[in-house]
């Protein structure tokens, strides 16, 4: 038997590095202003280690799409693998060519192409999927804040989030 609510455990659990970030950041402070000596010092570390905490809590509760979607995502040594209902497929994340937001499927998902091979389509509510922020981040020259500012707002058209510099020197011709 539970005492909270599902909803109100899923939004804790959602933005549950924030969470622990505000309490390292109250056990900093109380330590940084009421003690002296090392455990003063400590208390200030302690403030820039929950600063770090929030603001990769922050990203990371962001990009949380929520859950119950079609399918399970799987990332596991630098593989994203997708079993869905209809369609599925594993993708290496150092041969990613373009990683692409498309907000016209319903839901909205990722598309991970690799060149030669059948692009996996991935949406952003599958179980599992938060695991793709630590995936994503692996992405040489990733802009974090542009992927969640486009998870955001949704475009309505499929947005290129990232595409692998050496893909776009090899596919220009010189004549």
């Known amino acids: 038997m539970s005492f909270i609510r599902p909803q109100a455990r899923a939004a804790l659990w959602r933005w549950r590095e924030v969470l622990s970030g505000v309490g390292l950041a109250a056990l900093g402070l109380w330590w940084g202003i009421g003690s002296y000596g090392l455990l003063q010092w400590l208390g200030y570390a302690l403030l820039i280690l929950a600063g770090a905490v929030l603001v990769m809590g922050l990203q990371r509760a962001r990009f949380r799409a929520g859950a119950g979607g ?71 020259g990733l802009r974090t804040e542009h992927m969640l500012a486009q998870m955001r707002r949704l475009p309505d058209h499929p947005t290129v989030i990232w595409q692998n510099p050496q893909s776009a020197v090899s596919h220009l011709r010189l004549h």
Request: net charge negative.
């Open 70 to 140: 079609p399918g399970v995502v799987q990332v596991d040594e630098g593989q994203v693998a997708y079993f869905g209902p209809l369609t599925g497929g594993v993708v290496a994340i150092r041969d990613l060519d373009t990683l692409t937001l498309d907000p016209t499927g319903k839901p909205p998902h990722w598309v991970l192409s690799i060149d030669g091979a059948p692009a996996l389509h991935i949406p952003l509510n599958a179980e599992g999927a938060e695991a793709l922020f630590d995936a994503f981040a692996a992405l040489p």
